[in-house]
C-alpha cells in the first residue's frame, strides 16, 4: 500500500476528500473503505443491549467476546454476561469497530481483550481472553487473525 498527500485549497481539512485507487475493491482497498467507513461514523462508545426485560448499555471497550449458544446471543464483558435474541451480523453491524474480529461462525472478539492464542485441534486455535474467557477460533478463521494481527 502506497500513501501520498496532495494539497487542494478548494478542499476544506475539516471536511477532506479520501480517494482510494485499486484496480477493484478487493483485499486491503476493501479494508481502507470500511475503515473509513467506520471512521466517518465516529466513536459509538456505548451499545444498547436488549436483555430480558431490561436495557443495558454497555461501553464498546467493555465487550470481551460475543457469542452465539443456539439462538441466544451471549455477550462477556469486563462488567457481566449479558444474553440477548440478537443475531451475531446485526450485532457486529452496530459494533461499528475495527477492534473486533469474527474468530468462528459463531463468535466475535474484541482484539484489545486478546490475551493469548495456542494451538488446538484439528488447526483451530484457542483464545484466551481477558477475565479467563476462552473460545475456539476456528481453522477458517485463523489465516484472517493472524492477518490482522501481522503475523
Given amino acids: 500500500m502506497r500513501t501520498k498527500f496532495e494539497e487542494d485549497s478548494h478542499i476544506s481539512s475539516s471536511d477532506p476528500l479520501v480517494v482510494v485507487r485499486a484496480d477493484q475493491l478487493t483485499g486491503q482497498a476493501k479494508d481502507i473503505m470500511d475503515y473509513l467507513d467506520q471512521y466517518?461514523?465516529?466513536?459509538?462508545?456505548?451499545?444498547?443491549?436488549?436483555?430480558?426485560?431490561?436495557?443495558?448499555?454497555?461501553?464498546?471497550?467493555?465487550?470481551?467476546?460475543?457469542?452465539?449458544?443456539?439462538?441466544?446471543?451471549?455477550?462477556?464483558?469486563?462488567?457481566?454476561?449479558?444474553?440477548?435474541?440478537?443475531?451475531?451480523?446485526?450485532?457486529?453491524?452496530?459494533?461499528?469497530?475495527?477492534?473486533?474480529i469474527q474468530v468462528s461462525r459463531h463468535a466475535v472478539i474484541n482484539i484489545d481483550h486478546l490475551e493469548s492464542l495456542s494451538d488446538s485441534f484439528s488447526g483451530n486455535m484457542a483464545a484466551k481472553l481477558t477475565n479467563n474467557i476462552k473460545t475456539e477460533v476456528s481453522r477458517r478463521y485463523v489465516k484472517l487473525l493472524m492477518d490482522y494481527l501481522g503475523i
Fill in 40 to 100: 466517518k461514523a465516529g466513536p459509538s462508545g456505548v451499545l444498547p443491549i436488549k436483555s430480558d426485560d431490561k436495557l443495558v448499555m454497555l461501553k464498546t471497550e467493555d465487550i470481551i467476546l460475543a457469542d452465539i449458544n443456539q439462538t441466544t446471543l451471549m455477550i462477556y464483558s469486563t462488567e457481566g454476561v449479558y444474553a440477548t435474541t440478537e443475531t451475531l451480523t446485526r450485532f457486529q453491524n452496530r459494533l461499528n469497530s475495527r477492534n473486533f
